[in-house]
């Protein structure tokens, strides 16, 4: 029996949930013994624990293993089988050439003994890895239809891994603290509110999520774009039916969830805001969306166009403040009118807010057809344009009908409670006072000043368009 002086153990396990190693480090114990028997020198041990060799993933140990054989820092190899080395033959061959290239020709497993450097050592080895391959593709396939099995009658998926947010260990029970925070969340997003300022509310609370990582908004969207949450099984991506656990929000909203965080109009860098009517004020004069221009550290909102021989708007401005304060006044004073509490107490057509949204779905998956037609030149520039602009002006309208349809939960709490929250309205950030005034206003017209230069605010040119 040849000396060997700087021998690797090698030893793998593809799954320890638990994290005890306990696995590998019965294999360690064996080999040692095996080494201590034929009186050779252990160098080092390398240990990749819950690492499949079948899946193809890197392997940390394994790798630096090989480098070592590759320096000449290795003289031998002992692992407890030899499917702990390899189960997929094309990484037998490259261990093999690795071996060859460095002289190294023992390698031992508690099965017996091959010599790298020769044919039959080679030809048993290659025998054993394809024979692991086998077992390995046969175990994936069995597990793979165990799983399905498993997602068909409903049943939450078990397969180790951090509980999911919102429930307890047994992923059915919800858990009260992360499920009132997720509900609050799904309101507030629904209601208009940013993921930016829902997150950071959040934080501030100290939610976070299971592993104990910040809610980032990110984070929170994904939490809220999980079918789970709203009583849908998940199997590889797909819905395939509904779960036997708690829902923690009804199927409707998440759909309305999934309809207002996947359109491709949203904006997903958002700064924060510091203007209360972004967006919602049209120039009297030109009919453009007036924007804001700051001027002297005084906010302010602007058309900005200048006069042209078609245009001769030479632009509206006016100060910020006071028309937003109108404007909320405004807003107060007609959520108790007996008019827009009659109508957005009315109930709205969940069918119908479901059929837009499968509309604006099925138009999405057009374009994206629409592009590959063109990119593969079934269809020309200008074929492509045409239809593009049909779809979009399409997918627009159904935006604002579905806007219109589903608006009103930034308001349903207020409905006839003007005066209450008149009393809060200051404590609330931008992000939750632009729904409600979005919820009841449609856009506000300024009227250009009659007088040139500075003046004071002139509430008649305000003129607010109602959505009801």
């Not at 999980?226 to 949450?229: C, E, F, G, K, T």
């Not at 020309?380 to 492509?384: G, P």
């Given at each position: 029996m040849?000396?060997?002086?700087a021998v690797a153990l090698y030893a793998r396990i593809s799954r320890d949930p638990n994290g005890d190693m306990l696995g590998v480090t019965r294999q360690l114990q064996d080999c040692r013994a095996e080494a201590e028997r034929r009186g050779w020198t252990v160098a080092e041990e390398y240990v990749d624990d819950d690492t499949s060799a079948y899946s193809g993933k890197s392997r940390p140990a394994y790798e630096r293993m090989l480098r070592d054989i590759t320096d000449g820092l290795i003289d031998g190899v002992i692992v407890y089988r030899m499917d702990r080395l390899h189960r997929r033959p094309l990484e037998l061959e490259h261990f093999a050439d690795?071996?060859?290239a460095a002289g190294l020709t023992d390698v031992v497993s508690l099965q017996g003994e091959f010599d790298m450097g020769k044919s039959d050592g080679l030809f048993v080895a290659r025998l054993m890895a394809s024979v692991a391959a086998h077992e390995s593709h046969v175990k994936s396939e069995r597990i793979k239809r165990k799983f399905l099995q498993t997602a068909e009658t409903g049943a939450p998926y078990m397969g180790g891994g951090h509980r999911p947010f919102?429930?307890?260990d047994d992923r059915m029970t919800p858990h009260e603290v992360e499920a009132a925070a997720f509900r609050d969340a799904a309101a507030r997003v629904l209601a208009g509110e940013t993921l930016y300022s829902v997150a950071g509310c959040m934080e501030a609370q100290e939610v976070t999520g299971t592993k104990g990582s910040k809610m980032t908004p990110s984070a929170l969207r994904s939490l809220l774009l999980?079918?789970?949450?709203y009583g849908m099984r998940?199997?590889?991506g797909q819905i395939i039916g509904e779960g036997t656990w708690t829902p923690l929000i009804s199927a409707e909203d998440g759909e309305r969830l999934r309809l207002l965080l996947t359109d491709p109009k949203r904006r997903t860098n958002r700064a924060a805001r510091r203007y209360l009517l972004s967006g919602m004020l049209i120039c009297g004069k030109c009919g453009a969306t007036m924007k804001s221009?700051?001027?002297?550290?005084v906010r302010r909102y602007g058309c900005g166009i200048q006069s042209t021989k078609h245009n001769p708007c030479k632009g509206t401005y006016i100060v910020a403040e006071p028309v937003e304060a109108l404007i909320a006044e405004a807003v107060l004073v007609r959520l108790d009118s007996p008019e827009l509490v009659g109508a957005l107490t009315s109930t709205v057509d969940e069918d119908k807010v479901h059929a837009v949204g499968d509309e604006i779905a099925s138009d999405q998956r057009r374009m994206d057809d629409l592009a590959a037609m063109f990119a593969d030149g079934d269809i020309?520039?200008?074929?492509?344009k045409v239809a593009r602009d049909r779809i979009e002006a399409r997918m627009e309208a159904n935006r604002k009908a579905l806007a219109r349809m589903t608006r009103r939960d930034a308001i349903e709490d207020y409905i006839g409670q003007g005066a209450s929250l008149r009393d809060q309205w200051d404590s609330l950030n931008l992000s939750k006072q632009v729904p409600i005034i979005?919820?009841?206003i449609e856009s506000v017209t300024i009227m250009p000043s009659r007088a040139s230069g500075m003046q004071r605010f002139d509430p008649s040119r305000v003129q607010p368009v109602w959505r009801l």
């Open positions: 040849a000396e060997r002086t690795t071996c060859k919102g429930y307890r999980s079918p789970r949450n998940v199997h590889q221009h700051p001027r002297n550290g020309s520039r200008e074929e492509w979005k919820a009841v």
